[in-house]
Structures are given as C-alpha cells and as structure tokens.
C-alpha cells in the first residue's frame, strides 16, 4: 500500500519556479480564496460520518457529483447499511452503483477496504479518525489500495475537520493557471504545496478548496477559461501573460 508525507513542503523549488516568494504567493492565495468565497458563498460542512464519506468519495472518481449521489443513495436504498454492501455478492454492489464510471472497479475496492477496515478495527466506524493527529489519520488512510492523497483529503477535511487540503482537477488547473504553482506540478504534489501557502486551519483550508473548485466548474473551465466573466483577473498569471498580451 501506498504511503503518504502529509507535512506541508516550506519554501521550495516544488512549487516549479526557480526562486518563488512565498509571502506573496501566500498572500495572492488568500486573496484568491477570500474573493471567490464572497462570490460563491461560503460552504457549510457535511454531516457524512468519515465511512460514509470515504464511500462517496470513491465513487465520485471521475463521475459526475448528480451520478455519484444517485449511486451512493442507491447503495443505502438496496443494502441499508455499510455493512450490508461489505458482504453483499459484489456483482449486486457492481448493479447498484452501475451508473458511475467504473463500477466493475469501484464495487470491489469498497468491499475490500470495507473488509480491510473490519479487519483491523472491528467494524466499520471510522469515527476515531477526528481523534488522531492530522498525519496520523492521514497515514492510516492512505494504505488502502485505491485510496490516494485526494480521497484521504476529502474525508479527513469534509467530514473530521481536519485541515488537510484535497487538489481535485478543478484546484489544480486554476492554481495552475493563476502560477500558485508551476505548470509542471502534479496534482499529488499540489496537495502540500499548495497547503504551505494557507493557514493551518480547516475552515481555511476549506474555503480554498471551495473557492477553487467551483470556480474551475463555472469560469475558469477546462478548454476555454471565461476570463472576462472573472473576478480575479488581477491575481492571474494566467490572465496578465495570455489574456492581456
Ligand atoms: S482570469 Fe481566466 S484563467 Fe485566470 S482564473 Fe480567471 S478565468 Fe481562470
């Protein structure tokens, strides 16, 4: 199983420039962060336990949010519990979640790190999570196969409140595109780059991801950014070195 250093990168070369300033790189993306929350509004926390976001979370991979909350209701309707979808025949769990990419590989993987998790804790209640430190709960998440940097973010941001920042494609091709990181840096990468630039704190943490998201699914989409619909212009690299010129 994979592991994962969670520690925020501090003053480095990572972020692809040769000599970034990391105080103005810090304060632009608190910028970023604070102007897009007053667009957009603040977000709310969820009320998912941290197995149930787990289980949300691998089915969003590369699914649209409507399919994915569709399946995850479908899960609950057909099997009532968590623990009912662990020791289901997995082509039943593969049926009920067939409108999501990849069933034939999500149905698997969640009885697995389903059985995984009973395995080693008993049962399937991942609520001792909010107890741990962050990279301690991290760590432990992350050894499950299938279960990388951006889904062991989600859970422990969205549903424990830890402050722990996922980079999901919208994060990453906005930071990108406004040089809070280089063109070059992975999204993996992006998780603690980008972290070392915000506050530690959840709320923080989650505005900015909040933030980004939204904006990369209504303005600053993938083909075409609609720049002039923006209203972070002058905090965009992007913006001062191919718009303008
Ligand atoms: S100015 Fe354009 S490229 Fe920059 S963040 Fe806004 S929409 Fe994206």
């Known amino acids: 199983m994979a592991k994962q250093t969670t520690r925020p990168a501090r003053n480095s070369a990572d972020y692809g420039y040769p000599s970034p300033d990391m105080m103005a790189l810090s304060a632009r993306a608190l910028a970023v962060s604070q102007r897009l929350t007053e667009n957009y509004g603040v977000s709310t926390w969820s009320k998912k336990d941290p197995m149930s976001m787990l289980v949300d979370i691998i089915l969003s991979h590369r699914t649209k949010d409507e399919q994915t909350a569709a399946a995850y209701d479908s899960l609950l309707k057909k099997f009532g519990s968590w623990e009912a979808v662990r020791d289901a025949p997995t082509n039943e769990v593969q049926d009920a979640i067939a409108n999501v990419n990849w069933p034939e590989v999500k149905a698997p993987r969640l009885q697995t790190i389903m059985r995984q998790i009973t395995e080693e804790r008993g049962n399937l209640d991942l609520n001792f999570l909010r107890e741990l430190p962050v990279e301690e709960a991290a760590a432990w998440l992350n050894r499950f196969e299938g279960v990388g940097p951006k889904t062991t973010a989600c859970v422990l941001l969205f549903s424990c409140q830890l402050p722990l920042l996922p980079v999901d494609v919208h994060v990453h091709r906005v930071s990108g595109r406004l040089g809070l990181i280089g063109?070059?840096?992975?999204?993996?990468?992006?998780?603690?780059?980008?972290?070392?630039?915000?506050?530690?704190?959840?709320?923080?943490?989650?505005?900015?991801?909040?933030?980004?998201?939204?904006?990369?699914?209504?303005?600053?989409?993938?083909?075409?950014?609609?720049?002039?619909?923006?209203?972070?212009?002058?905090?965009?690299?992007?913006?001062?070195?191919?718009?303008?010129?």
């Open 183 to 245: 063109k070059k840096v992975t999204a993996d990468a992006a998780h603690n780059l980008l972290q070392a630039l915000l506050p530690n704190d959840p709320r923080s943490i989650y505005n900015f991801h909040k933030a980004l998201l939204r904006h990369g699914q209504r303005v600053c989409v993938y083909e075409h950014p609609r720049c002039g619909k923006c209203a972070i212009t002058d905090l965009c690299d992007y913006y001062k070195t191919v718009v303008k010129a």
